[in-house]
């Protein structure tokens, strides 16, 4: 999908000014994502938006596929960061909390992840990546069901529980 490098692999920017640089391509990748979906979706079209050269992006991100994962992955750390509750004793309480939260928390988020989603059944890259973010998902419930069935509050079939949960929660939002 993206081009094939020919310089060095990227690097984390060391410098303040290679961070706001950074920061400037996937604020600016973001956005184009948001509003213009996959197709509109380009280095080109990220460096525009940035102001800066085309090469500069080879800087920061090895490909478009790069750039795209940290963008998801920023809207679902906001998604999860969003939901995350101080602990509760009533495990009903925390659940509904949890997820009124998640639910909240979907606007600007969201229109990343149903990019991924709707672009998934025609681009293997996308498929794996929404595969990944519904496996953190997926785990993340798990792990809650876990100190649930430890707490001896919850059914033994915790791999049918999450996956149910876990699509319950993404087709909601």
Same mark, same amino acid.
């Given at each position: 999908?993206?081009?094939?490098?020919?310089?060095?692999?990227?690097?984390?920017?060391?410098?303040?000014?290679?961070?706001?640089? @950074?920061?400037?391509? =996937?604020?600016?990748?973001?956005? =184009?994502?948001?509003?213009?979906?996959?197709?509109?979706?380009?280095?080109?079209?990220?460096?525009?938006?940035?102001?800066?050269? @085309?090469?500069?992006?080879?800087?920061?991100?090895?490909?478009?596929?790069?750039?795209?994962?940290? /963008?998801?992955?920023?809207? $679902? !750390?906001?998604?999860?960061?969003?939901?995350?509750?101080?602990?509760?004793? !009533?495990?009903?309480?925390? /659940?509904?909390?949890?997820?009124?939260?998640?639910?909240?928390?979907?606007?600007?988020?969201?229109?990343?992840?149903?990019?991924?989603? @709707?672009?998934? @059944?025609?681009?293997?890259?996308?498929?794996?990546?929404?595969?990944?973010?519904?496996?953190?998902?997926?785990?993340?419930?798990?792990?809650? =069901?876990?100190?649930?069935?430890?707490?001896?509050? $919850?059914?033994?079939?915790? !791999?049918?529980? $999450? /996956?149910?949960?876990?699509?319950?929660?993404?087709?909601?939002?």
């Amino acid at each position: 999908m993206g081009r094939a490098r020919t310089n060095p692999a990227p690097t984390a920017p060391t410098t303040a000014r290679g961070r706001l640089t @950074h920061d400037a391509l =996937i604020a600016a990748g973001r956005e =184009i994502v948001e509003e213009y979906g996959w197709g509109g979706f380009t280095p080109e079209a990220v460096t525009q938006a940035a102001s800066v050269s @085309h090469g500069t992006f080879y800087t920061y991100f090895e490909s478009k596929d790069d750039l795209l994962r940290r /963008i998801v992955k920023a809207a $679902a !750390d906001e998604m999860i960061a969003a939901s995350r509750i101080p602990d509760l004793d !009533d495990p009903y309480a925390r /659940i509904v909390e949890a997820n009124r939260r998640y639910l909240a928390a979907t606007g600007e988020p969201a229109k990343v992840l149903r990019m991924v989603e @709707h672009g998934a @059944h025609q681009d293997g890259n996308l498929r794996g990546l929404l595969l990944e973010i519904r496996e953190f998902y997926v785990r993340s419930s798990e792990e809650s =069901i876990r100190r649930l069935q430890t707490a001896g509050l $919850a059914n033994p079939d915790l !791999d049918l529980t $999450a /996956i149910a949960l876990g699509g319950m929660v993404e087709q909601a939002a």
